[in-house]
């Protein structure tokens, strides 16, 4: 296209009313998308970015004083429950550490609970103890101990106890907490003793199931040190028991123990213990057994 030809299609362009309004908007459209690109850019600070600091295992308030200074925001948004960290100790996080995000967008906390959950206690009345512990467990309920009450059945749980008070079914305690179970029996179990097993060296907690599995109770507990905590309380061991081991003993009855935190103790427990064993034979008992046997002899003959 030659000059001539080129100043007369501009004249046609300029004379034309239509043309000219295609034209104005055509370039109004261009400055509004240039606007829009720009104002995106500016509103989502495109190109910027801000590394996402390790906040797990700080506590909420150095967490939040962290990110404050970073001009970054949080959420909480769950708790968990840890008995071995601290209460308010941030647990989890999301974006994790050394991640990369916009310095507007919020971290999502997790944080480990003050007060363990509660949980809503079964019905375990009418169940047989060993499913009844069974189940307890399975919830994060420890059974610290049997208490046996006369009944029409046996070994079948009658109630359940937590700090002393009879719980009903639905009733929410802690995670974690101990229990006691009420436990039936009948008059005929009277006349069948048990075998006191040997709980020395052992925690409370392997004490309480194997003195629980031989159908007794715990009774008192006796700490030459008193333990600071529940965690504490897990490094005591048995060093002395009431009654004895291998002592023949009525089924649900209370055993006393002692513990502390000292191996020794134990050891001197198990030295000291066979030396009152001479007292339990006496003169006067030693004449009635013999006296028994005579007579079943003599039963013995004359039959």
């Not at 295609?22 to 998308?33: E, P, R």
């Not at 310095?103 to 009345?125: C, F, Q």
């Not at 802690?174 to 003793?193: C, F, K, M, Q, W």
């Not at 199931?209 to 965690?231: C, K, W, Y």
Request: overall charge neutral; hydrophobic content about 40%.
């Amino acid at each position: 296209m030659d000059k001539k030809h080129f100043s007369q299609f501009l004249g046609f362009i300029k004379g034309s009313l239509i043309l000219k309004n295609v034209f104005y908007a055509a370039t109004i459209l261009v400055a509004l998308l240039l606007f829009v690109l720009f104002m995106l850019q500016f509103y989502t600070h495109h190109g910027e970015a801000e590394t996402v600091p390790n906040l797990c295992g700080l506590k909420l308030e150095d967490a939040a004083k962290l990110l404050d200074n970073r001009g970054m925001q949080y959420q909480v948004i769950d708790s968990v429950y840890k008995p071995d960290k601290a209460p308010g100790m941030v647990m989890e996080q999301s974006p994790i550490g050394g991640s990369k995000i916009k310095s507007y967008r919020s971290i999502y906390i997790t944080i480990n609970a003050k007060m363990p959950p509660g949980v809503a206690l079964p019905d375990v009345r009418d169940l047989s103890l060993r499913h009844a512990q069974s189940l307890l467990e399975s919830m994060g309920i420890k059974v610290m101990g049997v208490e046996y009450v006369p009944s029409e059945y046996s070994d079948l749980v009658r109630d359940i106890k937590y700090n002393g008070q009879t719980l009903t079914p639905g009733q929410k305690i802690p995670a974690g907490s101990g229990v006691i179970l009420v436990v039936g029996r009948t008059s005929t179990d009277e006349d069948g003793n048990q075998l006191m097993p040997d709980v020395q060296s052992l925690s409370l907690e392997q004490a309480t199931r194997l003195i629980n599995s031989h159908m007794l109770s715990i009774g008192a507990t006796n700490f030459d040190v008193e333990p600071t905590n529940e965690q504490d309380k897990a490094n005591y061991i048995v060093y002395k028991q009431s009654p004895a081991a291998n002592d023949s003993v009525p089924s649900g009855k209370a055993i006393t123990l002692w513990l502390t935190k000292e191996k020794g103790k134990v050891a001197t427990e198990e030295v000291s213990t066979p030396a009152p064993a001479p007292a339990k034979t006496t003169p006067a008992v030693a004449p009635k057994k013999e006296e028994k046997k005579k007579k079943k002899e003599d039963i013995e003959k004359f039959f």
